[in-house]
């Protein structure tokens, strides 16, 4: 893979890119950052993020629809408190969990991931229209 890698890259950027593109005019949702100055990313992923107040719903309801609309996300990222070797460890990750208010609202309410690697110009437009129908559903109330 590392003699293709720059191409790998070059398309998963295209992808988030278009995303991003049909995304930015949707109230309540927020695309992938994507490079700016020396920081370029690699996008094996799309990161989503919605604002409930906007949207009236959460991520887990975004998710439900995707979900039934045959769209698949990536749990990634996650807090690592969250993590089972931590309590195993001792830690008491409930303690911790209660100190971290902002990080527990954008894991559990905000943001999800998807995959855009190895997806078609015609699944990444599908993808697009399944999280803007989405969207508007909840908007509409239809939860």
Known sequence: QLHRVDEIIAVRRA????????????????????????TRGTHHLYQLQIDPQVVGADIQDLKRKLTERGVTQIPHFGPLY??????????????????????????????????????????????????????????RGAA
């Open 15 to 38: 992808a988030a890119r278009e995303l991003n593109r049909r995304f930015q005019h949707v109230p309540g949702l927020r695309g992938t950052p994507m490079d700016h100055g020396t």
């Open 82 to 139: 969250k993590f089972q070797i931590l309590r195993q460890l001792g830690y008491d990750t409930a303690a911790i969990e209660a100190s971290c208010p902002v990080c527990e609202d954008l894991f559990n309410h905000r943001f999800t991931h998807l995959p855009i690697y190895g997806l078609s110009a015609k699944q990444i437009r599908y993808l697009g229209d399944a999280v803007i129908e989405s969207v508007a559903e909840l908007r």
